[in-house]
């Protein structure tokens, strides 16, 4: 469950999440403000600029923008390198613009930072690099060469040498800083949007096989009835067709296809009952059967159940949810893929909290991953003693976040930790995890818990 369509998430390009509206309206706003900028230079303060050639420059987005329209849907979506061209014309026209308004001794010059912030979000690591580069070498050439910018009075607009550097510096630390600041929030946004859905997928998943289980439960209850009357009835057959070889074999037949029947949706049903009464089941009941998948691996799977409170009272009975299910045996199936020898899972109650609580002997989990454990797509879960254990495991996390949220989303509290008193390696250092609910939050309500339930529902 650890890559759970993670293949098919890596596969997905981030320039794909962009339609050509999108970036075309943000440049519309771009040459708004670069129009607004001009006039206010020209009619408010009178300065003198290159007029002719600065129109030119702001009327090619315009006409690329029209050209867009024409040619493209406002719904179509960019590939990496339509991308790319697009933005890396967003930099050069500002760049131009730039070097025709003073360069760096244009407060503007500030909107560099722009493009390179949108790349971040939306392009590849190759691409940004590329486009960062590009907006480096833009603010380096501006800071040598540029046309100044003059006042009516014909006086040049020029900032001393030491303030144009500070500009620079600030520009290029503002494109770095900018670039990877952009680029890890974004990151860390899909990744745990990414691991959502897989959660998502794997509960919808669960869900279908409980159902499932239900729905074979309830045909072999249904059928059984029918089924045992052709067996009886065959039985009979075959003592009043003695005589009679080719219709006894036919009675024969008919008795052994009966038995089949039974056998085939008696095994069907093992995974899952929709009998009210199977909707829950003591806590110990519930974790051995999501353990059972992991029962005969080679490894010793232990059980313990006991109450802390000093009445020693009975456990309790809780509902049979698809995420406590999947959840405890993901967990399992890690401590068994890691553990040398044995596998301890230890539950426990009191009148406020049920605890359960995963331990094995193995190398247990990295210091240096400890604290990020639950994370989606931590790139190394185990050393490389781990990955002889379980060859092939990419320890991406995915399926530790696919249980961690749905045991939090039953109520759970989780927390993870090395050794301990009570680890079942005699080094302790095994890896141990626990788990423990409000017993509120999952405990099925006394009156459903025991007594009569009532007739079963029908499943449609």
Request: net charge negative; aromatic share 8%.
């Amino acid at each position: 469950m650890a890559q759970i369509d993670h293949d098919v998430f890596q596969n997905q390009k981030r320039s794909n999440w962009v339609r050509i509206r999108t970036l075309a309206q943000l440049r519309w706003y771009a040459v708004a403000g670069q129009i607004g900028a001009v006039l206010t230079a020209l009619y408010i303060y009178q300065l003198s600029l290159e007029i002719g050639l600065i129109a030119i420059v702001i009327g090619l987005p315009i006409l690329v923008n029209v050209i867009l329209y024409f040619i493209y849907s406002e719904s179509r979506r960019l590939s990496e390198g339509e991308a790319d061209l697009m933005i890396g014309f967003d930099l050069a026209q500002l760049g131009v613009l730039l070097y025709l308004t003073g360069g760096l001794n244009n407060p503007f010059a500030l909107l560099i930072l722009a493009p390179v912030t949108v790349a971040s979000t939306i392009l590849p690591l190759r691409s940004t690099l590329i486009l960062g580069a590009i907006a480096l070498g833009i603010v380096t050439l501006l800071w040598f060469v540029s046309l100044p910018i003059m006042t009516a009075t014909g006086e040049s607009l020029i900032l001393s040498d030491l303030f144009v550097f500070g500009f620079w510096v600030a520009l290029v630390i503002g494109v770095v800083f900018i670039g990877i600041y952009a680029r890890q929030v974004t990151q860390e946004t899909l990744s745990m949007s990414e691991a959502l859905v897989a959660t998502q997928l794997a509960l919808a998943r669960e869900q279908k096989l409980t159902d499932l289980g239900g729905v074979v439960a309830a045909a072999a209850h249904e059928l059984g009835t029918p089924l045992a009357t052709i067996k009886l009835v065959s039985s009979e057959l075959i003592d009043e067709l003695g005589d009679r070889d080719e219709l006894r074999e036919d009675a024969i037949l008919i008795r052994e296809q009966a038995d089949r029947c039974r056998d085939i949706l008696r095994s069907m049903g093992r995974a899952g009952k929709e009998d009210l009464f199977m909707r829950q089941a003591p806590i110990e009941s519930v974790v051995r059967e999501a353990s059972e998948p992991h029962l005969d691996r080679g490894k010793s799977i232990e059980f313990e159940a006991i109450s802390l409170n000093d009445d020693g009272s009975r456990q309790p009975n809780i509902f049979r949810r698809p995420e406590i299910v999947h959840g405890v045996r993901n967990f399992v199936q890690n401590a068994v893929d890691f553990a040398q020898d044995a596998v301890l899972v230890e539950i426990s109650w009191t009148d406020d909290t049920i605890s359960l609580r995963i331990s094995d002997d193995g190398p247990g989990f990295p210091n240096s991953v400890l604290g990020r454990i639950g994370e989606p797509f931590v790139r190394r879960r185990r050393s490389d003693e781990g990955s002889i254990l379980r060859p092939g495991y990419e320890g991406m996390g995915l399926g530790l976040f696919i249980a961690k949220t749905l045991l939090e989303r039953s109520g759970a509290t989780l927390n993870f930790a090395n050794g301990g008193a009570r680890a079942v390696s005699r080094y302790r250092g095994g890896a141990i995890v626990t788990v423990e609910w409000p017993r509120a939050s999952i405990e099925a309500p006394a009156e459903t818990a025991r007594g009569a339930l009532g007739d079963n529902t029908l499943i449609t």
